[in-house]
């Protein structure tokens, strides 16, 4: 239903702010990469889409395939699950890439977490 709306496509920004700052924001995600070694060459937490099906499927093992198809549906499992954490309709959140919060690399965002956790 969300597709129909043809108004919703100039409300959509960026997936992968959405996740950093959604379902990729917890604790539990910063423990998974860490037992599971998923880090980027600079040593934050990896925020790829791999990473985060990877988390949200419990299976480190997970490799895209990186075909079109594949990849739609793999970035539409995390759009739904960004979805589902939302206590509002999804249309209507603010979670807009311009603001604040969102400035910068969403990784970055990531590892303050990680880094107050750790204190």
């Known amino acids: 239903e969300h597709f129909a709306k043809a108004e919703n496509f100039e409300k959509w920004r960026d997936l992968w702010a959405w996740a950093s700052n959604t379902i990729l924001y917890k ?3 910063l423990d998974f990469c860490e037992v599971n070694d998923l880090k980027t060459p600079k040593g934050f ?3 790829s889409a791999e990473t985060c099906l990877k988390y949200l499927r419990n299976d480190p093992t997970y490799e895209e395939k990186h075909t079109a198809l594949a990849d739609i549906r793999d970035e539409f499992e995390i759009y739904l699950t960004i979805k589902k954490s939302m206590k509002r309709e999804f249309s209507e959140i603010c979670l807009d890439d311009q ?3 969102f400035k910068g690399k ?3 965002t990531i590892d303050k977490l990680r880094k107050a956790i750790n204190g």
Request: proline content about 8%.
């Open 27 to 29: 604790k539990s995600f």
């Open 45 to 47: 937490c990896s925020t």
């Open 99 to 101: 603001k604040e919060n």
């Open 106 to 108: 969403p990784f970055y």
